[in-house]
């Protein structure tokens, strides 16, 4: 069965850091474009970054470099390191994956993802 897994959610003061992971079942990530959203109460959900090919690596320009997207190819893992946190960072956060070409093309297009996770909340406090 196919399956995404986050974790590593939780509590932060602003300027501190957290890392997201999203685990991936039943299918080599390499595939796909693998695509980090999050969604804030009130908001509508948004893309933050995304990876595809094991490699290449896409981020929203909001983020002005705070947030990190890496991979372990032996876990099956993708994660989001996120530093500089800010209480806007407050919200929902998603990984899915969709089509591996997705990501240099419309990564922020989320009808185009067609596997997402349970999502793992993200409270930054001031």
């Known amino acids: 069965q196919v399956q995404l897994v986050e974790s590593g959610g939780g509590s932060a003061q602003a300027g501190g850091s957290l890392r997201l992971s999203c685990a991936v079942f039943g299918v080599d990530y390499r595939w796909f474009c693998m695509g980090w959203f999050r969604q804030a109460p009130g908001k509508e959900r948004e893309w933050v970054a995304g990876t595809s090919g094991g490699d290449s690596t896409y981020y929203a320009d909001f983020l002005k470099g705070r947030f990190t997207v890496s991979q372990d190819n032996a876990k099956n893992t993708v994660y989001l390191q996120m530093n500089s946190l800010k209480p806007e960072d407050t919200a929902m956060y998603y990984c899915?994956?969709?089509?591996?070409?997705?990501?240099?093309?419309?990564?922020?297009?989320?009808?185009?993802?067609?596997?997402w996770g349970q999502g793992t909340q993200v409270t930054v406090s001031s």
């Open positions: 899915a994956a969709g089509p591996g070409a997705l990501c240099s093309s419309t990564p922020a297009d989320m009808r185009q993802y067609n596997l």
